[in-house]
């Protein structure tokens, strides 16, 4: 499949980013077993980020991108024989290595619940160990801001949200995917110029306050501004004093340009400290006194759902937010935990399920090769998930009949339903079998399921409800069964 798209890992080989454990296995198991053997691992999550009722499934995109460059150089190879922990004949291996196993994943951008396979990887044993850390490390950063981003934009209730944190980001790889995950989530644009460049994502900004500092004064500052920017003339109004110099100041550029004839297709005031409930309010009265109710007032500052909802709560007047550092790093709970776990091994042609059991039920693995269904009601509705074999038959039809896992001695049924595959195979025998989606089609996507599918109660910040995930009869019995051995 001949595909034209801008990679930039192209430029580099991160064929080595992994835990070191992942090769000392595959050395382990090059020596003393059949390494060609398939097996299939599952990456799930066991909880939603910040008590939340959902979590947006982001970062698929460069999982694939990756397994399909995944290689290792001469200088990695002269490297890992330094270590001095690797026989020759598994170097020679790596040198050769590629991956030629199968991948399936949920489309990117599908909403998720905990404790369901989001990817499974079915390949042989080595190559299956490899790629573990790459494929978390992506789905824990990517889905982690896109669900931020998605609270936080419907905090914002229908104004624009655009992400401003590339200077508070981990790195330039988290700023740059940060914004493509943020975007997913439903952020408008963002000031990042690489993201725009290499995602088509929309870029916007404005001025800092350094800008207005470099002038001898706050309103040469903003002239000089709308002389370069008449169309985006969006003024820091808060380098000295909101109310007294910065409003009166931005007024007085809007009533000259005016007078110039000079019609604006876009501006207003962006505020970037202080009381923002207060300041929003005094602001648009006087923009208003002053003729100028379509200048917009745009804010910033350590923004997140809590922070905007109080804003607004309060009667904050404001058309769009810039969200920085607590989206690009999902402040309030910066670590997602996705897991990576071996869930069937194959023995004489046939994949044998495999369960991980701990003192935590929680950690308990869901075993084997399985499927995932969404069932939606007659309304369309997505009423729960459901895990069945991976040859299992799911039909509707008629009544079905399942097992909840929590309260499994309950009788349980679907009734008028439908049911839905939620994964699909994205890589066989190591080749990408679809093509790369626009970011615009996976935030569209995104939208399109939470305004019609996932219910309003999941959505709520506070005590969200549940979604179930639910068991067929039969896989449900195959797992007490391996439990009970």
Request: glycine residues 6%.
């Amino acid at each position: 499949m001949d595909i034209k798209r801008n990679n930039i890992y192209c430029k580099r080989n991160i064929g080595m980013m992994m835990d070191l454990y992942e090769l000392t296995m595959a050395n382990g198991y090059f020596k003393q077993e059949n390494a060609q053997k398939k097996v299939a691992f599952d990456v799930f999550f066991r909880k939603n980020p910040d008590q939340g009722g959902f979590s947006v499934f982001a970062g698929l995109e460069q999982i694939v991108e990756y397994i399909e460059g995944l290689h290792f150089s001469d200088a990695d190879i002269e490297y890992l024989r330094g270590l001095h922990l690797f026989t020759e004949d598994f170097l020679e291996y790596l040198r050769n290595f590629k991956f030629t196993g199968d991948v399936y994943a949920f489309r990117e951008g599908t909403i998720m619940y905990p404790n369901e396979p989001i990817i499974t990887v079915v390949a042989d044993l080595i190559q299956a160990q490899i790629v573990e850390t790459e494929i978390l490390a992506q789905i824990n950063h990517q889905s982690l801001i896109a669900t931020k981003a998605r609270r936080i934009v419907k905090a914002a209730n229908g104004r624009p949200v655009s992400d401003f944190g590339a200077r508070r980001a981990h790195n330039n790889d988290a700023a740059i995917y940060g914004a493509r995950a943020a975007f997913i989530g439903g952020a408008n644009g963002t000031a990042t110029v690489s993201a725009g460049q290499y995602f088509d994502i929309p870029i916007g900004g404005t001025m800092a306050h350094s800008w207005v500092m470099y002038y001898e004064d706050e309103l040469t500052a903003f002239r000089k501004f709308a002389e370069v920017y008449p169309d985006n003339c969006i003024l820091l109004v808060d380098t000295y004093d909101v109310v007294k110099s910065g409003i009166p100041n931005a007024i007085k550029v809007f009533d000259e340009m005016k007078a110039n004839n000079i019609e604006s297709k876009n501006f207003g005031i962006r505020i970037d400290s202080g009381d923002l409930a207060y300041l929003t309010k005094i602001a648009r009265k006087m923009l208003d006194k002053a003729g100028y109710k379509d200048a917009k007032i745009v804010i910033s500052n350590s923004l997140d759902e809590y922070t905007i909802t109080s804003i607004l709560s309060q009667g904050g007047q404001v058309d769009s937010f810039g969200v920085g550092e607590r989206m690009i790093t999902s402040k309030s709970e910066p670590v997602f935990g996705a897991v990576y776990k071996l869930c069937a091994v194959e023995n004489e042609g046939k994949m044998e399920p495999r369960i991980k059991i701990s003192e935590a039920i929680e950690k308990i693995t869901n075993p084997g090769l399985k499927e995932v269904y969404r069932i939606y009601n007659e309304d369309g509705q997505a009423i729960a998930d459901l895990l069945a074999h991976k040859d299992e038959e799911v039909n509707m039809e008629n009544v079905y009949r399942f097992i909840d896992p929590e309260k499994p001695w309950k009788k349980r049924e679907f009734v008028n339903c439908t049911a839905k595959k939620l994964q699909r195979l994205v890589i066989k025998e190591g080749k990408r079998v679809r093509d790369p989606e626009k970011v615009t089609d996976i935030a569209n996507f995104v939208k399109e399921q939470l305004s019609t599918e996932i219910w309003e109660e999941e959505q709520r910040f506070e005590n969200p409800h549940k979604h179930y995930l639910d068991m067929t009869k039969s896989y449900y019995e195959m797992k007490m069964n391996m439990l009970d051995k």
